[in-house]
């Protein structure tokens, strides 16, 4: 078993931008984030994980976290030594950017993340080849899992310390990516293409405004943009093709773009991407909303174009590295990494 050293990013303002003003999202307290991010890692303690790296946040969940993980030693229970990265934070997303590159500076083995879409959107532009061990506390969960965090903890253990191959513990994804005049970035889950010119609160709470929307993969199981094209041709994460819907005159769609509320949208077209095949986007003006938080102002110059590609972050699959350890035994004592 190989000592690991892992990444936490606990995005503090997850779960709570203005998409509770406009629908009924829940909110992910900081109390429960800390209780969170303990369950996570008192299973990496036990199975060899010996430190785990957080960012120093504001709202205080790294510092109370590494206190309760002090104290759990003190009382014999085996955790991380939690240390907090040297970095000043302003609690805005270029926190967990920064705080990933650093990770993957530092040969980090995997990279635990807490958060929406938008967390995970940032620490995958700055992770490189470290792998994510996500989880949903965020408004619109498309991309992060949604399971409960001992589990996750016990397959992070396993992936990090090498008892279960890359092969079986990590998946590939699948990112959409935005380019032209002064613009290279990417999306995990969906771009859509608004009408409205400002970039305002951000969020996307009126399907109304869409003009076109990108999907890298498309499950009727969600909430936000991507629900849509999910609801008219579901596309597996697995699968090596994306969705691009055309908004206007044709069949009207009610779909959850917000916690508790449907909005309808009207469909002109819905066609499959396929990876490498850029689509260039209609000379305009409008706003450019990336894992559904508007992002870019553009005009009539920009030139942009949308392309999927096949190299996103790799993930944690914890069911399938929960189910190898199952099979080989891993987690009796005594067995051997990467049996079988």
């Known amino acids: 078993m190989i000592p690991a050293s892992i990444g936490v990013i606990a995005n503090p303002s997850s779960g709570r931008d203005i998409r509770r003003l406009l629908a ?19 299973p990496m303690g036990r199975l060899g994980v010996a430190e785990a ?10 510092q109370r976290v590494r206190e309760e993980a002090a104290d759990a030693v003190r009382r014999g229970v085996p955790m991380p030594a939690v240390r907090l990265i040297d970095m ?8 967990s950017a ?59 253990a396993l992936a990090a310390t090498g008892r279960v191959p890359a092969e079986v513990s990590l998946s ?39 003009s076109e929307l990108f999907a890298s993969f498309a499950e009727p199981k969600v909430i936000g943009l991507s629900s849509i094209a999910g609801l008219l041709h579901p596309v597996a994460r697995s ?18 773009i917000l916690p508790g509320a449907l909005e309808a949208v009207s469909v002109a077209a819905v066609e499959t991407m396929h990876p490498g095949e850029p689509v260039r986007l209609p000379a305009g003006q409008g706003t450019l909303a990336l894992d559904g938080e508007r992002e870019i102002e553009f005009d009539t110059g920009a030139g942009l174009s949308v392309e999927l590609r096949l190299d996103g972050p790799r993930t944690l699959a ?9 099979r080989h035994g891993l987690l009796v004592d005594g067995a051997e990494p990467n049996a079988g």
């Not at 000043?88 to 926190?95: E, M, S």
């Open 24 to 42: 009924w999202a829940s909110v992910f307290p900081t109390h429960e984030k800390v209780q969170t991010v303990l369950r996570l890692l008192a």
């Open 53 to 62: 790296w957080m960012v120093p946040d504001r709202a205080g969940i790294a």
């Open 88 to 95: 000043a934070v302003i609690d805005g997303p270029g926190d």
């Open 98 to 156: 920064a705080a990933a590159g650093w990770l993957r500076a530092r040969g980090a083995a995997l990279i635990a993340v807490l958060g929406g879409d938008g967390t995970h959107r940032a620490v995958a532009s700055h992770c490189g080849s470290v792998p994510l061990a996500t989880l949903s506390t965020g408004t619109n969960n498309a991309f992060p899992d949604r399971r409960e965090a001992t589990l996750v903890g016990m397959a992070a």
């Open 172 to 210: 590939a994804n699948k990112v959409l990516h935005v380019r032209g005049a002064g613009v290279d970035e990417r999306a995990l889950v969906d771009v859509g293409v608004s009408r409205e010119p400002w970039l305002g609160a951000r969020a996307v709470g009126d399907g109304g405004t869409l």
């Open 239 to 256: 699968e090596p093709c994306g969705v691009h819907v055309r908004f206007g005159a044709g069949q009207r769609l009610w779909a959850p």
């Open 318 to 326: 914890v069911e399938a590295t929960l189910a190898h350890a199952a």
